[in-house]
Every structure is written in C-alpha cells, then in structure tokens.
C-alpha cells in the first residue's frame, strides 16, 4: 500500500513538474504590435515572417491537427536538406475550411529566404507573408472544432458590431503543446482594413 502511495505522489509530482516547465519554457513566440483594444478583441499588426506551411484536403481541426503537425515536425527535427533542427515558434497556424486547408510554422526569427532549410517533403512550402492587420479573440483550454466555431462566430459579431471590415478566411492559432494541460492559449484571427495612418 505504502509503495503504490509513493508510486501514486511520484508520477503526481513529475506531472506537475512537466506542466510548470511547459508554461514557462522559453519558445520564440511571434511579434505583433496591439493597435487597438476592445472588450471581446484586438486589432494586431502583424509584421512579415517566414512560414513552414502545408496544404491538405483535412476539413476539420482534429483532422489537420494531427497529419499537419507530423509533416510539420518531421521538417523542423531534421527532414531538411540541411539535417538542422529547427527551434519550435509558437503559435502553430491553421486555416481550416471546406476547399483546403493548411497548417503553418513560424521560423525562428534568425532564419531568412537565403538560409532557412528546404524541407525534403516536397508538399512543405516555405513563404514569406505580408503585414498582417487582423482582429484576435482568445479562449484558453483544449481547442476542438466547436470551440473554434463559437469563437468565431463571436469574433464576427463583435467585428459587424463595431463596423470593423475583415476579409478572408478565419484561422486558428494555437499556442501550447498537444500534452500542456493547464495555462493554455488559443486564439482565432482574421485579416482586417485599418487605416495605417
């Protein structure tokens, strides 16, 4: 009885550990300036960065999710023509909808075009994005199809609401690793018109 009461404190013990060190583990995290803040929102600018990005036919989070980040990951541990390991950013991107859908890595701000590995997986593109001004609402715990559905439907009211213009497609960031339990962060954006004055 006393060792599986040991057993039991140990394995309590390491998750707490693990989880601690999974909300304070120093991951490059991408720069965006808040230019406005609302109750529900708030309009960011986005300044360009280099992607990791793949396309797939998967219509959902859960589908996305877990062939994305595979392919994903396999480039940033290795599946390079450098053999280089690749800093994990945070947050993952993810544009969902019915057509296609994409996953995306943000490269460590030390890579440019000339220098940042190509990925052997030839369905991997690496691209440059635009500046970005976009509106954000955050929800924090596990992220799954519902959630983002809520969220961003509450986004586009809050934007109609306040005579915001937006364009494209919703996307989903996500910020934590798939096994981080407590303190996690998800956020839903999209592109908006601002005047840049």
Known sequence: MKTSIIIISVVVILLIASQLYLIMASTEIQSYRVIKTENDFEIRIYP???MASVTMK???YKELSSS???KLASFIFGANNSKANIAMTSPVHMDIN???SSMSFIMPANYTRDNVPKPNDSDITIKTTDEDYVAAIQFGGFA????IKTYTA????ALKANGIEYF???RYLGYNAPF???GRKNEIIVSVRWNKK
């Open 144 to 147: 799954d199809d519902d959630k």
């Open 180 to 182: 981080q339990i407590v």
């Open 58 to 60: 998967a219509k959902s």
């Open 68 to 70: 994305g980040f595979k």
């Open 154 to 157: 509450q986004l586009e009211s």
């Open 98 to 100: 019915n057509d296609q």
């Open 168 to 170: 494209g497609t919703y």
């Open 48 to 50: 360009p960065v280099i």
